[in-house]
């Protein structure tokens, strides 16, 4: 079976086995670390935000589904992939979802309303085309999709994806959409450490107008990359729950400094 890069990225697909992409499925994803950021939420409350955890757990066991074209409004894209992987088989379907109900947890608590793309990681889909609407549907403050890539193995680090200007659909939403990505950048670096990335993007940001997600989106809304789980340097750190934690603080934080206006 052939997984695809992160699915968002167009990099070169590797083998992986049946055992390997099930790995972890639901590690971590109902416990926390003590880390929590208190006070520093406050601009989240009352706040309907969207979380879009990238890729489902069981996407790989039906291409049938993924891999029907969408309209992407700049090019037709299969629906969704599978992600990527560590090398030793912890994969990024397993790896957001779990990002993402830390997250859930923490925005929960300081009294925003979140509402998350699917709610498990043994699912197929969304659609790339659904997870926007999804947050169009909740007329979401800010949206962000959860993202681990697949990137050359000798490169390191995150980098937040914006949306371009597509003429007819992301006018209102590129500029909210590039402060939400500016904060997210700043609160990503300084609380987890993780450099800016080496090989893709500029500064830790990459500006697309090919992601559905972003096309169809009628909130402000960015990708973020955490991290590449191809480097072993990075891997390490992303199979951390303790690190996870700290990712999963870090975007709560940059959300609310987005949210906070300041």
Known sequence: MLTAACGIGGKTPHVTTTSEATTSSTESTTSTTSTTVGGALAAVDGKVILLDPGHN?????????????????????PCDTTGTETNDGYTEP??????AVRMRSLLEA??????????DNAGVGPCITERADIGNRAHAAAGISIHADGGPASGRGFHVILPAVVQGHTEPIVEPSRRLGLDLRAAYETGTGMPRSTYIGKDGIDVRNDLGGLNWSTIPKVFIETGNMRNATDAALLKSPDFRQKVAVALCQGLADFLSGR
Not at 94 to 99: G, L, V
Not at 110 to 119: D, E
């Open 57 to 77: 757990g069981a996407n790989y066991k039906h291409p049938e589904v993924i891999n029907k074209n969408v309209d992407a409004i700049t090019e037709k894209k």
């Open 94 to 99: 397993a790896y957001t979802f779990d990002i």
């Open 110 to 119: 300081a009294g925003a309303h979140v509402v998350m793309t699917r709610p």
